[in-house]
């Protein structure tokens, strides 16, 4: 995953010029656009909806790279949603940008395995590699001079990936400790999963869960007290915190606001 001043350094030292305009709907956008002369739009997690101004300036018209299996997870973060729901595969999908948010034909589509274990960092890092062969393909069917079909969405099957907000990361400790392990990792790195330590005469310390495990119900040995969700409590030397309906999350490691991970 590279920032766009790591892509331009890419770009500039393969003798590729770039363009980074703050809006590329903006005058100043499509006007460095238009001189362009573009036959084909490429886009790959660009941030910005493309004005129909935009999309009327490629004779060959425009292609988007998606990380999921469309129809499935429309919208920002693909990624995040489908390690959430507990898909035991995504993909990257290839289609044509329509004025329809993510409603275009699709050209190509591949799947890819969510590992048990992985973040939404590790998984997008294995999608963007998928993507960008897939884009290739894509570009070389339009160099091939004819038509470029694609298959149609079915409308039925469409679910939503909406943009995640820093505050989307608080955990609800009401949610089963499945749902959660899996939101922990859904939020690595970025918003990241948090909570808030209660401790009697002090404030609440703001702490960042990095990975967790499921542990199921209470451990039978001995009486346990009815769960309450989000309380804390210890079993020999897990660090445990009750969640909905009696399931158990383990916490492996977690961090303190400003401070470094801890087991």
């Known amino acids: 995953r590279q920032t766009g001043k790591g892509m331009a350094s890419i770009a500039a030292a393969h003798g590729v010029a770039t363009v980074q ?12 656009l238009r001189q362009l002369r573009p036959d084909l739009l490429v886009v790959a997690a660009y941030g910005q909806i493309l004005s129909k101004e935009v999309l009327a300036i490629p004779t060959r018209g425009t292609i988007n790279v ?3 299996l469309l129809p499935k997870y429309r919208g920002a973060a693909p990624v995040a949603y489908a390690i959430l729901a507990g898909e035991q595969q995504t993909g990257v999908t290839i289609i044509k940008v329509t004025p329809g ?4 034909d699709m050209i190509l589509q ?3 395995d969510i590992q048990p274990d992985d973040t939404t960092g590790r998984l997008e890092a294995r999608l963007a590699q998928l993507g960008a062969r897939l884009a290739v393909e894509a570009v070389r069917k339009y160099q091939s001079g004819g038509p470029v079909e694609g298959v149609k969405q079915d409308p039925s099957q469409v679910t939503r990936a909406p943009k995640i907000t820093k ?6 400790w009401t949610r089963p400790a499945e749902y959660l392990e899996r939101f922990v990792r859904a939020m690595q790195p970025w918003p990241t999963a948090y909570t808030y330590l209660h401790r009697p005469g002090k404030p609440p310390m703001r702490l960042i869960v990095t990975r967790a495990a499921v542990r199921g119900h209470h451990d039978p040995d001995g009486p346990q007290p009815p769960p309450q ?6 079993h020999k030397s897990l660090l445990l ?4 309906a009696g399931d158990v999350l383990q916490i492996l490691e977690l961090q303190p606001a400003g401070k470094k991970p801890l087991t």
């Open 229 to 234: 969700p989000g309380r804390v409590w210890q």
């Open 241 to 244: 915190v009750d969640t909905d």
């Open 101 to 104: 948010l993510g409603s275009g």
């Open 110 to 112: 591949e799947a890819l």
């Open 21 to 32: 305009p703050d809006s590329i709907n903006s005058p100043q956008g499509l006007e460095q």
């Open 167 to 172: 505050e989307f990361g608080q955990i609800d």
């Open 66 to 68: 998606h990380a999921s």
